[in-house]
């Protein structure tokens, strides 16, 4: 039977997503792909305008659940399997280890504890889904090489230095930090929020499996609809189909 392995708290127009799985390292598998993706969902279509995400226990994520991979691991980052709407900041710490890179490049902001220890270890086990590619647009070039190719761990210190963090704090304060910028965010306007960060997904350049990644996300959403279901079912019906845009 599943768990909550993803909790979601509105707080003051701000949401609060958790990996929740603390005695895992938060790795991710299944039912924590198909809860992170729900709460994205949820925080696209709900009245909250900013969402954090961040983790229970010390350590953000280990990354895919070797034991229980997710069968569909891309549907749940934000800005790939799900488009996201508003701003979403990443509260890290502890450990951020592959697929945790991938989601965590693809939020707005990130502030991490100067504890946070960084890797992608995939070119080490001999697999990839090749997402984090993305990251060599997102930070010096030779920075992302390294991290990829050779897969040593980074420090907080230098992926700060290199732009992928806003802020480092002492461990178990990166909350914190990150609901000052949230609620800044809040604050501001939602159209212009919107528009900014529409226009900047289209100057970051995209990489084969992350478009690809996409693409696929947009043909489900559409196979899950309510349209979808209403299509087939007029036409097992012989009537003329409603459809709502939904």
Not at 36 to 46: F, I, K, M, T, V
Not at 86 to 112: E, F, T
Request: glycine residues 10%.
């Amino acid at each position: 039977m599943s768990t909550e392995v993803v909790t979601y708290e509105s707080r003051d127009g701000v949401a609060i997503i958790t990996l929740n799985r603390p005695e895992k390292r938060n790795a991710i598998n299944n039912d924590m792909a198909t809860q992170l993706r729900a709460a994205l969902e949820r925080l696209n279509e709900g009245e909250d305008r900013v969402g954090i995400l961040t983790h229970a226990g010390a350590h953000f994520t280990g990354g895919a659940d070797i034991k229980g991979p997710p069968e569909d691991f891309p549907a749940c980052v934000p800005n790939i399997g799900v488009p996201m709407q508003k701003p979403l900041i990443a509260a890290v710490g502890g450990w951020v280890v592959g697929g945790g890179m991938v989601i965590l490049q693809m939020c707005d902001l990130c502030v991490a504890s100067d504890d946070a220890k960084f890797m992608f270890p995939e070119a080490r086990v001999g697999f990839t889904g090749a997402a984090i590619a993305g990251l060599a647009a997102r930070i010096p070039h030779k920075i992302a090489m390294e991290l990829m190719l050779v897969g040593n761990a980074m420090s907080a210190e230098r992926m700060y230095q290199a732009g992928l963090i806003n802020q480092l704090t002492k461990p178990g304060a990166q909350l914190d930090a990150a609901l000052i910028y949230a609620r800044q965010l809040a604050d501001h306007a939602p159209m212009v929020l919107s528009v900014l960060r529409d226009y900047v997904g289209h100057i970051i350049p995209k990489g084969p499996s992350e478009l690809a990644a996409q693409g696929r996300a947009t043909i489900q959403r559409i196979r899950q609809s309510a349209d979808a279901k209403e299509g087939i079912a007029s036409f097992k019906e012989k009537r003329k189909p409603t459809f709502r845009g939904k």
